[in-house]
């Protein structure tokens, strides 16, 4: 069954203090991994896809990372603002047709502190 | 601008009413997507959309119905809302093989 687990359920750093979000995968075949930020009461917001392990994707202090079971976001010397959820949803590799379904974690809750 | 929207926002209704979450896309995608989401729980979906007149349920069970008339428009209806409806409900769209695009979502809290 296609599964995905988010490490650890929430984080709290100090502003500058570096750390990352793990996402661990169960699936029948990748078609791609997405990262995603969402803010209480809001919708989430896009950061990054990872097709293929060894991929790496960068935005400002954010960078992440794919191998064949799991994907890293590091987050470089957070602000408060980076305060957030950070989900984490694959892309299985259906055949026989496209699909767009994503499977997602339930998140991770980071905290940075000023 | 190209985005993807949301109405209600917020809504409080009383059990046994028919209600319809609306959403719209501007973004020219063909795929739009229904999700439901408890707090501090994952994302759900309940509905799919793969291009005008084309719906599918999705892997959560759930008593609401969608249409797809238009392209860029994908409303949620719930014929009669019980307590159990209260949720978030994403909207979300993308194109053929490309990230989900989401809405702001509607917090729904049936009394």
């Known amino acids: 069954e296609d599964q995905v687990t988010q490490s650890p359920e929430a984080l709290r750093l100090q502003e500058g203090e570096s750390s990352s979000l793990n996402c661990s995968y169960t699936?029948?075949?990748?078609?791609?991994l997405f990262w995603y930020r969402q803010d209480p009461g809001k919708g989430p917001e896009f950061l990054f896809t990872?097709?293929?392990a060894g991929e790496e994707k960068e935005k400002e202090r954010l960078k992440a990372t794919l191998t064949k079971k799991e994907s890293f976001l590091h987050i470089t010397a957070p602000k408060p603002e980076d305060s957030a959820t950070y989900l984490c949803?694959?892309?299985?590799?259906?055949?026989?047709?496209?699909?767009?379904?994503?499977?997602f974690g339930t998140g991770t809750l980071l905290a940075v502190q000023p | 601008e190209a985005d993807i929207y949301q109405t209600p926002r917020y809504l409080v209704i009383g059990t046994g009413k028919k209600i319809t979450l609306e959403c719209s896309q501007t973004?020219?995608?063909?795929?739009m997507y229904w999700y439901q989401q408890d707090p501090g729980m994952e994302l759900h979906l309940i509905h799919y959309?793969?291009?005008?007149?084309?719906?599918e349920k999705g892997d959560l069970s759930s008593e609401s119905t969608v249409s797809r008339i238009r392209t860029e428009h994908f409303p949620l209806t719930l014929e009669s809302a019980r307590p159990s409806h209260t949720s978030q409900y994403l909207c979300?769209?993308?194109?053929?093989?490309?990230?989900?695009?989401f809405g702001p979502g509607t917090r729904l809290l049936v009394l």
């Open positions: 979300a769209s993308s194109d053929l093989a490309g990230p989900q695009y």
């Open positions: 699936v029948s075949g990748l078609r791609g």
């Open positions: 990872l097709y293929s």
């Open positions: 949803a694959v892309q299985p590799k259906k055949t026989g047709g496209a699909t767009n379904k994503l499977i």
């Open positions: 973004m020219g995608h063909d795929k």
């Open positions: 959309s793969y291009g005008v007149n084309s719906t």
